[in-house]
């Protein structure tokens, strides 16, 4: 199993553009979220989902768009990326919203 | 709202020293309870982890007992390591949603 995968690894923007950060995971997990990591501020969750076809918000929504047509894949939309969006965006999965969650990698998004 | 307060770092320690992290929290039912390890450049792993009052996660010689009384969820080792170098997380969950600590980062020196 590859787990939880997010690509790209790293990314540059400018002001304005838009993008989507992938994240896949091969475990069948219904649950699915994305976290911002800023320093000193731990990781904030921005949206989750429960299974395909339902999304929420989480903590810091604001900018940002989720979908989840299936159950393996939820991508992260920035609609028009902004300097406050400079983070490290995870993506994680768990069999429910109380179980443990397994982490992807991480995407670096710098925004000039 | 439920949120989580862990100690603030960075910790220095030298090898085989004990390690302390505390971890409170603020909840409205009964969470389970976490600690993740992030080590560079990596995403977060579950370290060890604890269900319901009185539960005690182990895991890599690193404890902690979920204390509902004092609504606390200390990170414990007894000897510490140059490979346990990493940024420690405490977190709960409660419905759909976990809420992190802010993270301690954690120098093991030899």
């Known amino acids: 199993n590859a787990g939880v995968t997010q690509t790209p690894k790293f990314q540059v923007l400018k002001t304005g553009q838009s993008m989507t950060l992938q994240c896949a995971q091969d475990m069948n997990h219904e649950y699915m979220s994305w976290y911002r990591q800023d320093p000193g501020m731990g990781l904030r969750l921005i949206h989750y989902s429960v299974g395909a076809g339902i999304t929420d918000q989480g903590e810091v929504p604001n900018g940002y768009n989720v979908s989840r047509s299936t159950t393996e894949d939820f991508p992260l939309r920035l609609l028009s990326a902004a300097p406050s969006q400079t983070s490290v965006y995870f993506c994680?999965?768990?069999?429910?919203?109380?179980?443990?969650?397994?982490f992807g990698p991480g995407t670096r998004l710098t925004v000039l | 709202g439920d949120s989580v307060t862990q100690m603030e770092g960075p910790v220095t320690l030298s090898e085989e020293a004990c390690l302390t992290i505390?971890?409170?929290?603020?909840?409205?039912?009964?969470?389970?309870l976490f600690w993740y390890v992030q080590y560079p450049g990596e995403g977060l792993q579950l370290l060890l982890k604890?269900?319901?009052?009185?539960d005690k996660g182990s895991n890599k010689g690193f404890e902690a007992t979920y204390r509902k009384e004092t609504t606390s969820f200390h990170l414990e080792k007894g000897s510490v390591q140059v490979s346990d170098s990493a940024v420690y997380f405490c977190?709960?969950?409660?419905?759909?949603?976990?809420?992190f600590g802010t993270g301690t980062s954690l120098t093991v020196i030899p």
């Open positions: 994680a999965s768990s069999p429910s919203g109380r179980n443990e969650q397994f």
């Open positions: 604890a269900t319901k009052a009185d």
């Open positions: 977190a709960l969950t409660f419905g759909n949603q976990f809420y």
């Open positions: 505390n971890c409170t929290y603020t909840a409205t039912g009964y969470p389970s």
